[in-house]
C-alpha cells in the first residue's frame, strides 16, 4: 500500500497539471469593448455578451494622447515623466497631441529591457529612478535612430546602446504589438503580442486604416479600445479556449473516479484505517483541484501565482497528516506490544480452565512497563509450569503474583 501512495498523488497532480496549462476560460462579460459612436463595436458587444462603453469626445482625446506615459507641456512641446505601462519594451512615441516630445524626466522604478527614444528628443534628465539601487543601467537598451543626444546620455550614465536601422525604424513604427494583413489597401488585425490589460487599437497601420479585427486573444485583458475605422469584426477571443476548460473538467472527474476505484480495490481486503487516511487524501485532492478550477475561471491572469499558493497550502495540510499517520500507527505499535502480556497470559489462563486466573488477568492493568517487566516474566513461568500439572498451591502463587503485579502498575502509573 505504502508504494501505491506515490502513484496516486502523481496521477493527481499530472491530471491538475494537464488542466493547468490546458484552460483558459473566459468570461466576455468581465472585458469592455470601448469605442466613440461605432455602431459596429456596439452591435458586436451586445451580440457576443461583452460589456460596451460608448467613449466621449474628453475620453478618446485623452486615449489617443497615448495613456501609458504621463506628461507635461511646456512651451508646445511635451516632457515624458512618467510610464504607466508594463512592458519590456517600451516605445516613446514621437507625438503626443500632435506636438512633438523633446525631453524625457522618467523616474522609471522598474526595469524594461529596451527603450525606443525617437529623434525629436532633444534633452533626457532621467530614466531611472537614482534612489533605486537595485536597477543595473547596463542591462536596459536604449536605442534611437541617429540621435547623438541618446547615445551620449546612454554613454555618460551607462546604459547598453544600440542605433538602430531605417528598416528597424519603420518596423518599430508600424506597432509591433499588433500582428495584421493588409487586403485592398485595408487593414485587418490578427493578433496582439503585448501584455498590457488596456489594449488601445490604432486607427490606422502604415498610414493605412485599420477596418478589420480578426484576433484570436488567449489572455484576459480589462478593456479593448476599438477605433472608428472598424467596419467588420470577426472575432477577438480565441473560441476554442472555453471548449478546452470543459474538455479538462471532464477529463479530470473521469480520472479522479478512476482514482478512488484503485484505492478502493487496492484496499478491499486491506486495513480499513488506511482505506479511510486515502480515502481522506483523495478527497482533499479533489477539494484543492476544485478550488484551482474555480479561481482559474475567474482570475485566469493570477493562475500561476494561485497554482503556486494552493500547492503550497496542500501539503501543508498534507505533510503534517500524514506525519500524524505515521506517529499513529508508531503509537499503536507500541501499545500493541504492551498488552501483549495479558493477551498471552490469557490464553494460557484459559488453557489450564480455571476461572479464578482468567477473571484476576481479565480485570488487571492491560498496560506493561520496564517496571513490570520482571513480575511479568515470573507470571508467564509460572503460568507455562501449571498449565501442564495445575494445582491450587501453584494458582495461588500465580495469583498472588498478578496482585503484586497490579500493585506495581499502580504506583508507577504515568511514569511510562
Known sequence: ??????????????????????????????????????????????????????????????????????????????????????????????????????????SLDKAPSEIYIPSSVITINQIIDENIKSINNSSIKLTSHNNQNVQ???????????????????????????????KNNQIEVTGYKGSEKQIIIPETIENLPVTTISMNLDKMPSEIYIPSSVITINQIIDENINNNFYLAIIIELVALIITLLIILILNKKKNQDKTVYITFLYILSIIYLFAINIYAYLNIN????????????????????????????????????????????????????????????????????????????????????????????KINEILNLIIERNNICKKTKGKY
Open 302 to 393: 493570477n493562475l500561476l501565482i494561485i497554482t503556486i499558493v494552493t500547492t503550497i497550502i496542500y501539503f501543508i495540510i498534507f505533510l503534517p497528516l500524514y506525519f500524524v499517520k505515521n506517529r499513529l500507527k508508531e503509537y499503536d505499535k507500541k501499545i500493541n506490544n504492551i498488552q501483549n502480556f495479558i493477551e498471552e497470559a490469557l490464553n494460557i489462563a484459559k488453557k489450564i480452565n480455571n476461572q479464578d486466573l482468567v477473571e484476576a488477568l481479565k480485570f488487571s492493568d492491560p498496560i506493561s512497563s520496564e517496571f513490570t517487566k520482571e513480575s511479568e516474566e515470573a507470571i508467564l513461568e509460572k503460568l507455562n509450569k501449571t498449565a501442564d500439572n495445575p494445582t491450587e498451591e
Open 152 to 182: 551620449n546620455y546612454a554613454e555618460k550614465n551607462n546604459f547598453n546602446y544600440q542605433n538602430i536601422s531605417d528598416s528597424e525604424l519603420n518596423e518599430l513604427k508600424s506597432n509591433d504589438n499588433f500582428t495584421y494583413n493588409i
Open 1 to 106: 500500500m505504502k508504494k501505491i501512495i506515490p502513484v496516486i498523488i502523481i496521477l493527481i497532480s499530472t491530471i491538475f497539471l494537464t488542466l493547468t496549462y490546458l484552460n483558459k476560460p473566459f468570461n466576455n462579460n468581465s472585458i469592455k469593448l470601448t469605442s466613440h459612436n461605432n455602431q459596429n463595436v456596439q452591435n458586436y458587444a451586445e451580440k457576443n455578451n461583452f460589456n460596451y462603453q460608448n467613449i466621449s469626445d474628453s475620453e478618446l482625446n485623452e486615449l489617443k494622447s497615448n495613456d501609458n506615459f504621463t506628461y507635461n507641456i511646456k512651451n508646445n512641446q511635451i516632457e515624458i515623466t512618467g510610464y504607466k505601462g508594463s512592458e519590456k519594451q517600451i516605445i516613446i512615441p514621437e507625438t503626443i497631441e500632435n506636438l512633438p516630445v523633446t525631453t524625457i524626466s522618467m
